[in-house]
Nanobody, 117 residues
Framework: QVQLVESGGGLVQPGGSLRLSCAAS????????MGWYRQAPGNERTLVAQ???????TYADSVKGRFTLSRDNAKNTASLQLNNLRPEDTAVYFCIARTNSFGPTYWGQGTQVTVSS
């Protein structure tokens, strides 16, 4: 069982920045994958960014060059830096983790990001 707690969401103007953090209840160095999904109203949850086996990072095309995923193994925390935010980035952002390739996906409770002038 992995518990994930997100923080850092909020309201920001277009072009602004936010930093989301996800604290895990286990050593993140042992996780198979850790990352972020988002869900806008009326839409499905989609991948934003994830790190596989601690090294391979994948980003959705829509956020490449604007968002950066990082990890702090000492703090068991993964962060997502969101720069140059756009109104279409408005969504609930969820932290996810899996301990292996075939196990369940653990989800955080989500944090709201709203981009609006």
């Amino acid at each position: 069982q992995v518990q994930l707690v997100e923080s850092g969401g909020g309201l920001v103007q277009p072009g602004g920045s936010l930093r989301l953090s996800c604290a895990a209840s286990v050593s993140i160095s042992s996780l198979y994958v850790m990352g972020w999904y988002r869900q806008a109203p009326g839409n499905e949850r989609t991948l934003v960014a994830q790190v596989l086996r601690g090294s391979t990072i994948t980003y959705a095309d829509s956020v490449k060059g604007r968002f950066t995923l990082s990890r702090d193994n000492a703090k068991n925390t993964a962060s997502l830096q969101l720069n140059n935010l756009r109104p279409e980035d408005t969504a609930v952002y969820f932290c996810i983790a899996r301990t292996n390739s075939f196990g369940p996906t653990y989800w955080g409770q989500g944090t709201q990001v709203t981009v609006s002038s």
